[in-house]
């Protein structure tokens, strides 16, 4: 049997703490050599530990005086899909789709491995300890629930944006880069534009306001689509350097849902609702799509009646409307200064002029067509097609 160690701590003397029912629980305590139980509950209070476990008959009851520390170490069986099995490939119910031919318990650390043909559907609602899903693996809850810890698995490239977000919350971002054991929880976030004010930290964080994009340093509550950017400075040594994990804010439940967008005339960013693709359809219930294409920087809308698929924990930016001539047509993030912007290389759809007093003059691309024979400096307000305002000068000699 294949096991994962979940949770390996040093824990001083917390009087009333109980530190729950594991798996499988290894306790050393004042520094003796470790005992092992199953389904432990351990309760320190007074100076003591009691360590309730279940055998094969009923309850017992361990219990150790005097104590000054203790490790706490747990144990997972980890069991891996495969959709391996000819007649239903798909089935999360079929024990052969899983390598140790077994079904997951609810104590189980379960892998659902990238780079697979078939990927698991429910057909009643589950619960497990721990539920890894790799960056492109899937689950089709299909009208049901899941119960776990879920951990997501990405490979990422620093100075580079990821639409990311989840349809549950987020409580740690973990990385392979900084210990060569496996994850640790020391990712932090930045607070500030790093390159101009040094602000320290391993990532870059924003939400979308509908009007900008904005760093934060609170974990991804549950369907709010954030962009990350992660930092040269954050790779590692070893193999997975590379390697990041959002991991879950403790145990949650996570059911089938579609996007329920209530105000109109606002841009937000969200995650994709469920843990499969998710297809919808450009302009379907009012609803536009915005989706980011990493080669031009930026969140394009595509065409009106064209199908669009977000991949799990994809995010992307949505507007309910009645008039889709007022969209815009994309909405561009700046890479290195982690600064939003809106391209102002699309076309310009207007032009007002405007005296050094502020008074405004016209509205036409020439100022000569305006018939203004006085020579002088005036400033030119430019509105492109993508909803952005720059502004010039112009001189008449």
Same mark, same amino acid.
């Given at each position: 049997m294949?096991?994962?160690?979940?949770?390996? $701590?040093?824990?001083?003397?917390?009087?009333?703490?109980?530190l729950s029912a594991q798996p499988i629980t290894t306790i050393s305590v004042n520094g003796e050599s470790g005992f092992s139980f199953e389904n432990a509950v351990v309760t320190i209070l007074n100076g003591s530990i009691s360590v309730t476990y279940s055998d094969e008959t009923s309850p017992q009851t361990f219990t150790f005086g005097n104590v000054t520390s203790l490790t706490f170490q747990t144990i997972q069986p980890v069991i891996t899909w495969t959709?391996?099995?000819?007649?239903? *490939?798909?089935?999360?119910?079929? $024990?052969?789709?899983?390598?140790?031919?077994?079904l997951p318990a609810p104590g189980d650390y379960v892998i659902i491995p990238a780079g697979?043909?078939?990927? *698991?559907?429910?057909?009643?609602?589950k619960t497990v300890y721990t539920l890894l899903i790799e960056e492109g693996a899937s689950v089709n809850l299909n009208g049901h629930s899941i119960t776990a810890q879920i951990v997501t698995d990405w490979r990422v490239a620093a100075d580079t944006w990821y639409p990311i977000g989840f349809p549950y919350s987020i409580g740690a971002l973990y990385g392979y880069g900084y210990a060569a054991d496996g994850y640790s929880p020391d990712m932090i976030p930045y607070s500030d534009t790093p390159y101009d004010t040094g602000y320290y930290g391993d990532y870059i964080a924003k939400t979308y306001d509908g009007n900008a994009f904005n760093f934060t340093q609170t974990p991804a509550p549950a369907g709010t689509g954030y962009i990350y950017q992660f930092q040269p400075s954050y790779y590692g040594s070893n193999e997975d350097a590379d390697k990041i $994990?959002?991991?879950?804010? $403790?145990?949650?439940?996570?059911?089938?849902?579609?996007?329920?967008i209530t105000n109109s005339n606002v841009y937000y960013l969200l995650a994709n609702p469920t843990l499969k693709d998710y297809v919808v359809t450009q302009g379907e219930s009012e609803n536009y799509y915005y989706q980011y294409n990493s080669g031009q920087n930026k969140f394009e809308r595509p065409a009106a009646e064209t199908s669009i698929t977000f991949a799990p924990f994809e995010a992307f930016i949505v507007v309910k409307t009645s008039n889709a001539a007022s969209l815009r047509s994309f909405l561009s993030v700046e890479t290195v200064t982690a600064l939003p912007s809106v391209s102002a290389d699309d076309a310009v759809v207007s032009m007002e002029y405007y005296n050094l007093q502020g008074i405004r003059i016209g509205n036409t691309k020439s100022l000569q067509s305006l018939g203004i024979g006085e020579t002088g400096v005036y400033i030119v307000k430019q509105i492109h097609e993508s909803g952005k305002t720059s502004v010039g000068k112009s001189i008449i000699r």
């Open positions: 294949k096991n994962k160690i979940l949770l390996s $701590a040093i824990a001083l003397l917390l009087f009333g703490a109980t959709g391996a099995n000819t007649t239903a *490939p798909t089935a999360w119910g079929e $024990a052969g789709n899983w390598d140790e031919n077994r697979l043909d078939n990927y *698991p559907t429910l057909s009643d609602d $994990a959002f991991r879950s804010d $403790a145990s949650v439940t996570v059911s089938e849902s579609n996007l329920e």
